[in-house]
C-alpha cells in the first residue's frame, strides 16, 4: 500500500513538472482566437479596400513576402507588398466594384490555425466573387508577433488546378 502512494505521488510530482514552462489552455485558445480574428479581418480589408488595414497587419520585416495568384506576383518587403494591394484595390475600383474592393469570403470549415513561440500560421478555402464568376482559392498566412502585434509575414493565394489540368 505504501508503494502504491509512492508510486502516486511520483506519478503526480512528474506530471507537474513536466507541465512547468508549457503554456496553458487558455492562452493556446487566446492566439488562435486573435490569429482566427486577423483572418476574418483580412477578408473583410480585402472586401472594402481597406490599405490601411493591410498596411498595419502587413509585417515591415525585409523579408515579409506575398505570393499572388500569378506567376508574376510576387513581392517582397512591406511597400512591394502593401503597393501591390493598392494597385489591386485601383484596378477593381476602375472596373466598378465598390470602393474597389475584392469581395472575399469564406467557404466555411477549413480554417485551421496554429502556433508555437511569437509565430502563427492559418490555412483557409475561400471565395473571390468576381463580377463574372466566383472564384475558390485557398489562402495562406503567416503570422509573426512584432512589437506586441502579430503581424502577417507570409500570404499566399495558391488557386487549386486539378491534376488532369498538369501538362504530364
Not at 505504501?2 to 508549457?22: D, S
Not at 477549413?110 to 483557409?124: E, M, P, R, S, T
Request: glycine share 8%; no cysteine.
Amino acid at each position: 500500500m505504501k508503494k502504491m502512494h509512492i508510486l502516486v505521488a511520483v506519478t503526480l510530482i512528474v506530471g507537474l513538472v513536466a507541465t512547468v514552462g508549457m503554456p496553458t489552455a487558455s492562452l493556446a485558445d487566446s492566439v488562435t482566437e486573435q490569429i482566427t480574428t486577423l483572418v476574418l479581418q483580412y477578408y473583410t480589408a480585402m472586401t472594402n479596400a481597406d490599405l490601411s488595414f493591410i498596411d498595419d497587419v502587413t509585417s515591415t520585416a525585409p523579408d515579409a513576402i506575398a505570393i499572388g495568384t500569378d506567376p508574376t506576383e510576387v513581392f517582397v518587403g512591406h511597400e512591394a507588398i502593401v503597393t501591390w494591394w493598392q494597385g489591386i484595390f485601383e484596378f477593381l475600383a476602375a472596373l466598378g466594384y465598390l470602393d474597389g474592393g475584392l469581395p472575399t469570403v469564406p467557404n466555411g470549415g477549413l480554417l485551421q490555425v496554429n502556433h508555437k513561440d511569437g509565430i502563427a500560421w492559418a490555412a483557409d478555402d475561400a471565395t473571390w466573387q468576381f463580377a463574372n464568376g466566383d472564384m475558390s482559392f485557398r489562402l495562406t498566412l503567416v503570422f509573426r508577433k512584432e512589437q506586441g502585434q502579430w503581424r502577417i509575414v507570409q500570404q499566399h493565394f495558391p488557386i487549386g488546378v486539378s491534376n488532369t489540368q498538369l501538362p504530364i
